[in-house]
């Protein structure tokens, strides 16, 4: 499927899924909490408050790399200033194969993932991009966007 690109401004962390799954050192729980509590707020422009954006990019090489995670809101003021200890990444359009999380429970999006993998896996003639995939957290649940060559 075909997603139109978008900006996205929030708090940032590089990661890899060997650390995620390691149960001791994962980066993406603590991101959690300190956007909810301190940067939310301070996203500039009058972002969707009912869509969170987490968005994987700088892959070092595949699945197996480490990564930049980026959590925050899209925004639409592409010339916003971004406030000090937040990041800007830039969504671009592209095809995406999506999956969805069961809802918006960490246990429930890592069986997502885990199904992303497991898809690849076993459709090696559909092959990930290793740009800059998403989650996108809204009302209806979440959609896990994984971009595709």
């Given amino acids: 499927m075909s997603e ?3 900006s996205v401004i929030g708090l940032a962390a590089k990661t890899s899924n060997k650390e995620e799954m390691s149960g001791s050192g994962g980066q993406l729980g603590h991101l959690w909490r ?3 509590a301190e940067s939310d707020h301070r996203i500039p422009g009058n972002p969707d408050r009912s869509v969170i954006f987490c968005v994987y990019t700088a892959y070092e090489s595949d699945e197996n790399g ?3 995670v980026i959590l925050g809101r899209s925004v639409a003021d592409t010339k916003a200033e971004v406030p000090h200890g937040l990041e800007r990444v830039d969504v671009d359009g592209a095809q995406y194969v999506i999956f969805h999380a069961l809802d918006r429970n960490p246990e429930s999006v890592r ?3 885990s199904n992303v993998h497991a898809y690849f896996r076993d459709n090696p003639g559909q092959q990930r991009a290793f740009t800059t995939d998403f989650d996108r957290y ?3 649940g979440v959609d896990l966007c994984v971009a595709v060559r």
């Fill in 111 to 113: 069986e997502a993932w």
């Fill in 66 to 68: 480490g990564y930049k």
């Fill in 4 to 6: 139109p690109g978008f």
């Fill in 138 to 140: 809204g009302p209806n």
């Fill in 34 to 36: 300190n956007f909810l």
